[in-house]
């Protein structure tokens, strides 16, 4: 055995224990798209603030608000699942596997908690603090999902968190947050990404 | 330079052994369709590699059924943990000694 198998046979075992273990087919185009889609919801959501006329009428503003809240959700993970399906494809790695199991459930474990607690701050007429709760929610589910996939989104996440505690802290200012955290945010981390790891 | 191989444990001579026991000291456990695909292997092959590794009780067998189907998941053995932490040393210190 030469000096350099034993470098290719570490290197081996190195790559298998992270491959086997992570998801690394997550694709960061679709961290782009997602913060586009964030940007444009956000967008909707100030002119609904500017132009429309809601004195003593808040709940069809809210539930407009929500609406557009929900479509940036689904159109996000939507294209999630559809890009990163496709590297999967490409690079030749399972999609349905070990790795993209345990980042789904853990995640899935801050963000539904996250979600009906936005609900119920709804539903409390609350309103003031469901950009900084999505933010934190948001972070926390990132954050509890990085041991899955790449390292960087635990950085993301820890960012995700202290903006929503900001939001929390000034009032007022939580659609520029969420702006920030939902839209720029995601698309510098999955520009980064996609530069990275995708080409 | 060719070096011995004297210190190196025998059942992780095989390349395919040694690839599947990398696997199992990461995951808490693994089962065998989805290390089946990972390796790309055929049934037979990996699961001769895998009793040979289950004699030298490098890992343990969980059989179970998910519905009606059979899941056999395998986790590493203290054992397995410890022969492979020996062998990778084994490797890193050859190199260390040919640096010198």
New interface residues.
């Given amino acids: 055995?030469?000096?350099k198998d034993?470098?290719a046979?570490?290197s081996?075992?190195r790559d298998?224990?992270?491959?086997?273990?992570k998801f690394i087919s997550l694709s960061g185009l679709s961290g782009v798209m997602a913060g586009i889609y964030a940007l444009i919801g956000a967008g909707i959501g100030y002119n609904l603030l500017k132009t429309g006329n809601y004195e003593g009428d808040n709940i069809v503003f809210i539930t407009e608000l929500f609406l557009v809240a929900f479509a940036v959700l689904i159109f996000s993970i939507g294209t999630g699942f559809w890009l990163s399906y496709k590297k999967a494809r490409k690079i030749g790695r399972?999609f349905w596997?070990?790795g993209s199991k345990r980042l789904l459930i853990n995640m899935a474990i801050p963000l539904v908690s996250g979600g009906l607690f936005t609900f119920i701050l709804i539903y409390h007429g609350h309103y003031g603090i469901v950009a900084p709760a999505t933010l934190i929610f948001y972070g926390l589910a990132l954050v509890a999902g990085s041991h899955y996939t790449y390292s960087g989104v635990k950085s993301l996440g820890i960012i995700e968190i202290l903006l929503g505690l900001l939001a929390a802290l000034i009032p007022g200012y939580g659609l520029l947050l969420w702006t920030i955290g939902f839209g720029v945010l995601h698309i510098i981390y999955g520009a980064v990404m996609h530069f990275k790891y995708d080409s | 330079m060719k070096i011995s191989l004297d210190q190196f444990d025998k059942a992780f001579e095989n390349r395919i052994r040694l690839q599947i026991m990398s696997v199992l000291v990461a995951n808490e456990s693994y089962d065998f369709n989805s290390l089946k695909e990972l390796l790309e292997l055929t049934d037979g092959n990996l699961a001769s590699h895998l009793k040979a590794l289950e004699k030298e009780a490098y890992m343990e067998v969980q059989k179970s059924f998910i519905g009606r189907k059979p899941n056999t998941r395998y986790s590493v053995t203290e054992k397995g943990r410890a022969a492979f932490k020996k062998h990778l040393q084994a490797l890193e210190n050859l190199i260390k000694q040919q640096k010198l």
């Avoid at chain 1, 298998?16 to 273990?21: G, H």
């Fill in positions: 055995m030469e000096e034993i470098h046979e570490l081996s075992i298998l224990m992270e491959r086997s273990a399972p596997s070990t």
